[in-house]
């Protein structure tokens, strides 16, 4: 099988899935939200899920940057960028995410100025390089990324940029998992908590959720094994009655965050009252903006921005995927109307997304695999038919 | 662009100590830094790098899991290497 070729700790993996096994209470079922999009990636690259007992199901959570982009901030960036006075820079992954007029690739074959960026740096020297236009950066991601937003910002002050401005729609993790708890879709049994994200806030800030309700949080990094051990963890803390923070990425992630990084984000930006993110609507103090002492590197402060609320199309079920309410599989359009080639949705466009992960690895639905390999492995030909055998990748 | 990629710090820009040239997968390029102004990178070290800045340090253990992680899932690392050899940053 797959996780076999690639992986020579798979002795590991189904050592720690037969201790996972063994804390699992008769007829208990336990649901772990894995809040990044990256650790969705893993799940599905390595079918980590067949491993797992049937007790154990991962719930996919909103931490992939791109999905929970509304349509009406797109609509709002594709109108900044339709000035010509403007210059638009955005990261390779938001160019394909869809506005109700299309998406910035759209835009940019119509012949609107909007440039791929690796690093919002790299608007600088756009800038420096046009001063009679105004280049602004389509700020998104979450405390990953705000500290490269921040930083660039910091950069353009010192260097006394005058044309550089971002579009700022940075969100914040912790306020989308309280709405989550909140939310009586769902009961969660404990969190998978995002690694890159941890590196800059720390795991302080996730303290709330084993606190305030219960649920143990184990911090996690990107490696099959990492997946595995912190479910492992997960279950050791119910098994004894425990909700605590843990981190199992200490080899990256220090309990206290970076420091220079949430100074530079405390210093450039400041939570919004409120943000709409795509599925769970609006969420109080959930988004960062530019503050005032920033002002002329604000675009919604430079440009009129419409700021008009669009709903999602009819069709698409992000929200309640997002929500980990809808496995991908459920929803009506997936894998048909919307795939990664010409995607209705946001989770099928970034490959973090929880239906782009599913659909890459051929990842239909949890029975189909279950089927396939019961098939194989009681047939004479054993081992044939691996699971996700059908992926695309 | 939500990956971290990690890369070997070469050297530190004489001109600039806030940023620093990065071997990533044979590509070399310039990257900032300043989020590690606490503890900075010295050539030879490893740091995990998102969007053209240094996040954290890892080991050289780590920078090897990682890569073969990122290896390992194909188009979304390539996208994002072939963003990294397009990057301007300086």
């Known amino acids: 099988m797959r996780f076999v070729d690639e992986f020579r700790d798979a002795d590991k993996a189904h050592a720690l899935a037969a201790k996972i096994t063994a804390l699992c209470e008769p007829g208990r079922q336990y649901k772990f939200m894995e809040v990044c999009g990256g650790h969705t990636h893993t799940i599905y690259k390595h079918g980590l899920e067949d491993y797992l007992p049937e007790a154990i199901n991962l719930v996919h959570g909103p931490g992939c940057p791109v999905c929970v982009i509304p349509m009406g901030r797109v609509d709002d960036a594709m109108a900044l960028a339709s000035d010509p006075n403007v210059i638009m820079t955005s990261f390779g992954d938001m160019m394909r995410v869809p506005g109700s007029q299309g998406s910035f690739f759209d835009a940019k074959a119509a012949g609107t100025d909007i440039r791929m960026v690796y690093s919002p740096l790299d608007s600088l020297k756009i800038a420096r390089q046009n001063p009679e236009r105004q280049v602004v950066f389509m700020a998104i991601g979450f405390e990953t990324t705000a500290p490269s937003t921040a930083m660039t910002m910091l950069r353009a002050k010192a260097e006394g940029l005058k044309n550089f401005s971002i579009f700022c729609n940075h969100v914040t993790i912790i306020p989308a998992m309280k709405a989550i708890l909140d939310s009586p879709d769902l009961r969660l049994d404990g969190f998978i908590g995002p690694g890159h994200v941890s590196t800059v806030i720390g795991c302080r800030p996730f303290e709330f959720v084993a606190r305030d309700y219960g649920k143990p949080v184990v911090v996690a990094g990107f490696e099959p094994l990492d997946i595995l051990q912190s479910i492992y963890m997960l279950m050791v803390q119910l098994s004894e009655g425990r909700s605590e923070v843990e981190n199992q990425y200490s080899r990256v992630v220090p309990w206290d965050g970076n420091v220079v990084a949430l100074k530079a984000i405390a210093q450039t930006m400041e939570l919004r009252p409120y943000f709409e993110w795509r599925g769970l609507g609006f969420i109080s103090h959930s988004a960062l903006r530019v503050r005032e002492e920033y002002a002329e590197m604000d675009a919604e402060r430079l440009f009129s921005v419409p700021g008009v609320r669009v709903a999602d199309p009819k069709a698409c079920q992000c929200g309640e995927v997002l929500k980990g309410v809808l496995k991908p599989w459920e929803c009506k359009v997936f894998g048909t109307a919307c795939t990664p080639e010409t995607p209705i949705g946001t989770c099928m466009v970034s490959p973090e997304g929880a239906c782009a992960a599913y659909y890459n690895y051929g990842r239909m639905n949890r029975h189909r695999v279950a089927e396939t390999t019961s098939a194989a492995a009681g047939s004479a030909s054993a081992g044939s038919a691996p699971a996700g055998s059908a992926g695309r990748s | ?90």
């Open chain 2, 1 to 90: 662009m939500c990956l971290g990629i990690p890369g070997e710090v070469i050297e530190i820009s004489p001109d600039h100590p806030d940023l620093a040239k990065v071997d990533v997968s044979g590509v070399k390029r310039l990257i900032n830094i300043g989020l590690l102004a606490d503890d900075p990178p010295k050539p030879g070290e490893w740091v995990l790098i998102h969007v053209g800045f240094a996040l954290s340090k890892i080991d050289e253990a780590e920078a090897a899991a990682a890569m073969q992680f990122l290896e390992g899932i194909g188009q979304a690392y390539e996208d994002e290497i072939a963003a990294l050899r397009d990057s301007m940053i300086d």
